[in-house]
């Protein structure tokens, strides 16, 4: 299974069980679906893979970070150029 195919299954089961909020998944799935557009940046889907599976909402509430945030996969979609109208930049 690709990075790819993995960060889409990881996207629907994630939002499925509460985790990751509605309005990220297309996003996710624009990369997950179109691996030619992204072939050469394959190392950030790694990382926005690994945060999907390690998401946890409160992340930054405690001390430690021990897990990823939201703006931490809102950086690595902006990494990958998305657009998203509901983060600025």
Not at 62 to 70: D, L, M, N, Q, R
Request: net charge negative.
């Amino acid at each position: 299974m690709t990075v790819f195919e993995r960060l889409a299954e990881a996207a629907i089961r994630e939002n499925r069980d509460g985790e990751i909020p509605d309005y990220v998944v297309p996003h996710l799935l624009e990369v997950a679906q179109h691996p030619e557009n992204f072939a050469d940046q394959e190392w950030v889907v790694e990382m926005l893979l690994m945060q999907v599976e390690d998401f946890d909402t409160y992340a930054e509430s405690g001390c430690c970070k021990t897990a990823f945030s939201i703006e931490d996969i809102y950086m690595s979609l902006r990494r990958l150029e998305i657009k998203m109208d509901f983060w600025p930049g």
